[in-house]
């Protein structure tokens, strides 16, 4: 191997570490940026899922507590308002079936949005 061959293959080498770590930082922001999409969904989640508890226990609308969360989490069921009829289970309990049905497209759809940011914005090492 001649000198010109060793510095051609060491400065070809840096370069290759040098485009392995510029990958590695995009995707390692890229994975934060997908960690709070999942983050927000996950807020949600749990928003739908305190909707769900209060009225399967039959909790007093106007209680302020109750409220905030139903009144927050009302304009993500709009889309699933007529999807099923909610079940009653009592006089003031109910099954909302079309919020079990909403988180599990919300959860779906974290997960698509997630994968589908990562295949557009992550690089290969």
Known sequence: MTDYDYQRSTHLSVEEQKRAIEAANQNAAVARFIRIIYYLFGILELLLA???????????????????????S????????????????????????????????????????GRFIWLILSRPR
């Open 50 to 72: 305190a909707r769900v508890v209060l009225q399967l226990l039959g909790a007093n609308d106007n209680n302020p507590i109750a409220s905030l969360i139903l009144g927050l």
């Open 74 to 113: 009302r304009p993500f069921l709009t889309l699933f308002a007529t999807l099923f009829s909610n079940p009653a289970l009592g006089t003031r309990s109910v099954l909302e079936l079309t919020t079990i049905a909403a988180m599990i497209f919300y959860a779906v759809l974290a997960w698509l949005v």
